[in-house]
Each structure stands twice: as structure tokens, then as C-alpha cells.
């Protein structure tokens, strides 16, 4: 007998019931991930499990990250991945969800070894408009479309208002293959970013625009303010971010970058052979580890080597860049840079470029491609209140001037634009190249030297505005420089450098940096007559004396 549409009816939901009574799956029906009470939980994916388990335990895992980008993470949640395993897919964290300082959400590896998320043309892991968050011991391989347009691990605040959101901890992870490898930004109409960030023990490498990036909304010079705060970079290495050859509207290819933060500090990183592949027609280039529009920022004890560039600007070691005050580059080795070692640099005219320090660093063989530069560059609009002391500068250049016919670029390069700048206690030495090029003729009000070492194994060369001069006291008496109270300070003797004739290697670079001259070495100026406070340490951490010697070493260990 045919059965009416009402009886059909009432049968199926009579099914419906029976099957849900029975404990059967009805096809649609939404299951929620996370249990709706109780917490935190730890959640566990393996290649082995199953999306139908709890994923409450190791024994009874979910399979994909799909399925766990269903759970809306609270407060002390945790979410583990299988190590030495693979993931395809991706991780969301979105407003609402994630923890606190107190109770972090973690994202993490169990077992043995790392997981590796591999995200199909999408950002590994993405963290929008919340915080509280720590990933830790995972590995993240881009695809070709991720290399294009995504970031590794992406941190966003769109938020209106200045609110910050606090709590970052990125450690033990690996990232290449990306657009960035890590990023923190704040996106254009919001005026916080993060804070309370700690990135350390990370390896960001052969990703196409950068390594460790940080962003934020344009600088505005009369009202000053700053996306991100309280940053820690700590044991990075950021290495073959090679660059985009097709971006020539901006600079890429950088290792660590650091924009929009006050109160950051960089330190035990490394650097190199970033940007080889950075445009050809850039005009801006990449830096191995830099700062721009930011404040309060410290470069310490870091490493930056055989970056390049792929146009004729920058491929430097180390640089404070536009809009940039109250920040240290100290401690810092910088060697086989294509662009320059050191550089101090204000491409505009706001006056927000101010009281900054490069001190204790070593240079050595920099500005390989465009001796343009230097080993040490300070230049810019409006740049003031720059103080460089302390440092060891070596360029060893003849064979590049003769093999390629290049101008051979000086251990100091300073060029117009800038006042209140002081230079003294510097060790510079070449092997016949200019030991200093200034632009032009500053008087000491504007820019003094005073106490550094100036040593050449071949020709005494020393270039002042539209003057050279082949000695010390030839150029002293002209310029005005190297005095104090009228007595004659400086000197053009051997400082005893194995630099000057060693091969750059890592490993031997800064003990082939440090004095070593049988007679005492130059004095450079004490605190009293530099007006500085010079720091307690050398670049090695030996105390600095009351009488400290020239350059960036002050005894050996």
C-alpha cells in the first residue's frame, strides 16, 4: 500500500530518533570539538588518529588539523602534534578564542622531534585579533603559492582603537618556504599591535620577502606612536631570505626587521646571505637586521654576514633607519656585507631621527659591492644627536679596486644632512682605501672627531668635502678635528690588527680584531672628555677601564 507524504514523514523522524538513541551518526549533525564545559583541555592530532575521538589523550588523537580548527581554544587549552610527522592544513586563531599571560594557549609538538605544518597556499599558523599565545617546537614548510602570499606564522591585530594584545611566545620553531617566515602586524587603521612578545630559538630561512618581520600603521612624526612594545628577540638565525625580484616598489629579502616597536631588543641573532635576489630596480634594499619608524630599540651582540642586495642601495649588516631614536647598536659583528657594516640612516625630513648610539662593534671587509657605502655610514635629513664611538672598522678593498675597477670604499662614510654628531675612540684602519670620506667640510660644532685610531698598510688617505689629505696632522690642522682644548688627539699608528692580513672566517673574526701590539695601543677619549657614558663592557664583556683604549676590544679573554 502507498504510504501518505505525513506517514513517510513521521517514519523518518521515528528513524532519526532510533538512530541517535542507538548512538549513531546522523549525517549534518554538527559535533563540536572542544567539550561545551570544563578546562582547559589538551588536544592531540596524529597521522594515526581519528576525527571521530575525543582527541583528549595520545592514545585516542583526531587526524587532521582541519578538524581541529573546530575547537574554539580557551584560556590554558593546548594543542599537540604528533612529532616527526607531517600536517597538511593550517591553524586559526581568530578573536574570542586563545588565553592570557597567566594561561596561554599552547600550540606544540609531543613525542619526539618536531610536527611540520604544511599549509596548502595559505599562512601556517594565523593568530587575528588575539593573544595570549605560545607555539613552540614545530616546524612550518610553505608551498610555491604560501612562498607568493603567505606568512608562516601570521600575528594580526586589526582592532580599532590603541589597544594592545599582550602575550607572544614563539621558541624551538622553523620556518621557510613563506612570503615571511614570522610576522607580527598591525594592520592600517589600528593603532596597537602586540605586546609582551618573546621570539627566541627560531630559524627563519629561504622565504621570499623577509625572516622576522614586524609592521605597523605609517609613522607620523608629529604624533609619534608605536604598534608594538616590549619585544625579545633572542637566538634567531635568519639566513637566505632571498628577496623578490619582481617587488621594486619596496625592500625585500631581509633577515630580522623591525618596524612601528618601542622597546625591542635583538640579541645572540645571526644574519646572512639574505637578499641576493631583492630587485634590481629597488629603491629601497635589504638589511641583515635593521629598525625603522621604532624607538627605544637595541642591536646587541649579533652576528650579520654576506647579505646582499640586488640593486645598487643597502645589502648592509646592521642599520637604524628612518624615524629612528633613542636606539644602541652595540656589540655587534658585521663582515662581507655587499652595503655597508654599520649604517645611520634618514631618508626623511621629520627631525624624528635622534639620540642614537653605534658603540663596541667590529666591521670588517663590508661594503663588498657598493663602495658607496662603507664600513661604518651615518647620513640623512634632519639626523641628529648620533654618537659613534668605540667601534673597530677594517676594509680590506684592493683587490676589489683592482680586479673590478671600483672606487674603494673608507672605513667612515658621513654625508650632509646631519648635526650634533660625535665620533671618537674609533679604530679605522685599511689597507689603502680612504680611512674616512666626509661629504664635506664640518666644523667641529656639527660634527667633531676626536681619539680615534686612523692606520693604512698602504696610502694614508683621508677625504674632507672637496679635499684630500696623506696626513693626520696635515688634516688636523685644516678641519679643526682631533682637538681638545686645543691639545692634539688621535693617531695614525699600527693598532697591531691580524685583520688587516687573516682571511674573514666566523670563527676567528673578532679575536683577529683585538689589538695586539707589543707597546700600549691608543688611548681614546675617557667619559669626561667624550660627555658620554660609555657603557660597562667591551665587545667581548670585559670591563671598560677608566682610561679605555680605542676600538671595540679593551683587553683579551
Not at 502507498?2 to 559535533?31: E, F, Q
Not at 645611520?344 to 671587509?365: E, I, L, P
Request: hydrophobic share 30%.
Amino acid at each position: 500500500m502507498k504510504r501518505s507524504r505525513t506517514t513517510a514523514t513521521a517514519a523518518g523522524v521515528s528513524a532519526a530518533v532510533l538512530l541517535l538513541l542507538t548512538g549513531c551518526d546522523v549525517p549534518g549533525v554538527y559535533r563540536p570539538a572542544r567539550p561545551a564545559t570544563g578546562g582547559p583541555y589538551t588536544f592531540y592530532v596524529s597521522p594515526e588518529g581519528d576525527d571521530e575521538n575525543d582527541g583528549l589523550s595520545p592514545e585516542k588523537p583526531w587526524r587532521t588539523l582541519e578538524h581541529a580548527n573546530g575547537v574554539r581554544f580557551q584560556p590554558g587549552d593546548r594543542l599537540r602534534l604528533e612529532g616527526g610527522e607531517r600536517f597538511r592544513g593550517d591553524i586559526t586563531l581568530e578573536k574570542g578564542e586563545a588565553g592570557n599571560s597567566t594561561k596561554p594557549v599552547v600550540i606544540e609538538s609531543y613525542g619526539t622531534g618536531r610536527a611540520t605544518i604544511a599549509p596548502r597556499g595559505t599562512s601556517g599558523i594565523t593568530v587575528h585579533n588575539t593573544g595570549g599565545v605560545q607555539i613552540r617546537n614545530v616546524s612550518l614548510v610553505g608551498d610555491r603559492k604560501a612562498l607568493r602570499e603567505a606568512g608562516g606564522i601570521a600575528f594580526r591585530n586589526s582592532l580599532p582603537g590603541a589597544r594592545r594584545l599582550d602575550h607572544v611566545r614563539v621558541s624551538n620553531v622553523e620556518v621557510r618556504g613563506f612570503q615571511n617566515g614570522i610576522s607580527v602586524g598591525a594592520e592600517k587603521d589600528a593603532a596597537g599591535g602586540y605586546s609582551d612578545v618573546r621570539i627566541s630559538d627560531v630559524s627563519v630561512h629561504h622565504n621570499l620577502e623577509g625572516g622576522l618581520v614586524f609592521h605597523g600603521p605609517e609613522f607620523d612624526a608629529d604624533r609619534p606612536a608605536y604598534a608594538h612594545e616590549g619585544i625579545r628577540i633572542e637566538r634567531v638565525k635568519a639566513y637566505s631570505n632571498m628577496g623578490d625580484p619582481e617587488s621594486g616598489s619596496r625592500n625585500t629579502g631581509s633577515g630580522i626587521a623591525l618596524g612601528s616597536v618601542r622597546d625591542a631588543k635583538v640579541m645572540r641573532s645571526v644574519a646572512h646571505d639574505n637578499g641576493a635576489k631583492s630587485a634590481a630596480d629597488a629603491q629601497e634594499g635589504p638589511e641583515g637586521i635593521w629598525a625603522y619608524d621604532s624607538t627605544q630599540v637595541v642591536l646587541e651582540n649579533n652576528k650579520s654576514y654576506r647579505n646582499r642586495t640586488g640593486s645598487r642601495v643597502d645589502g648592509g649588516g646592521f642599520g637604524l633607519d628612518n624615524n629612528v631614536s633613542s636606539s644602541v647598536m652595540q656589540y655587534n659583528l658585521a663582515y662581507g656585507n655587499d652595503g655597508p657594516g654599520f649604517l645611520v640612516y634618514s631618508g626623511q625630513a621629520t627631525g624624528a631621527h635622534k639620540n642614537n648610539v653605534v658603540r663596541f662593534n667590529m666591521s670588517w671587509d663590508d661594503a663588498r659591492k657598493l663602495p658607496e657605502y662603507g664600513g661604518i655610514v651615518a647620513y640623512g635629513s634632519r639626523l641628529t644627536d648620533l654618537d659613534i664611538y668605540h667601534n673597530t672598522v677594517v676594509m680590506r678593498t684592493e683587490d676589489l679596486a683592482s680586479a673590478e675597477g671600483l672606487n674603494r670604499p673608507p672605513a667612515l662614510r658621513l654625508r650632509d644632512g646631519m648635526r650634533g654628531v660625535r665620533v671618537h675612540s674609533n679604530i679605522f684602519a685599511t689597507d689603502g682605501g680612504p680611512l674616512v670620506q666626509a661629504q664635506s667640510s664640518y666644523r667641529p660644532g656639527t660634527l667633531r672627531l676626536r681619539g680615534n685610531v686612523y692606520y693604512s698598510t698602504g696610502r694614508w688617505s683621508l677625504e674632507w668635502g672637496t679635499r684630500g689629505f696623506a696626513a693626520l696632522d696635515d688634516w688636523r690642522t685644516t678641519s679643526r678635528q682631533e682637538l681638545l682644548d686645543g691639545d692634539p688627539t688621535g693617531s695614525s699608528d699600527d693598532p697591531c690588527l691580524r685583520a688587516l692580513v687573516a682571511p674573514v672566517t666566523d670563527e676567528a673574526g673578532p679575536r683577529n680584531l683585538v689589538p695586539r701590539c707589543e707597546d700600549e695601543v691608543s688611548v681614546g677619549l675617557g667619559p669626561e672628555a667624550s660627555g658620554v657614558d660609555v657603557g660597562p663592557v667591551d665587545y667581548f664583556g670585559n670591563r671598560v677601564p677608566q682610561s679605555p683604549t680605542a676600538g671595540a676590544a679593551q683587553t683579551l679573554r
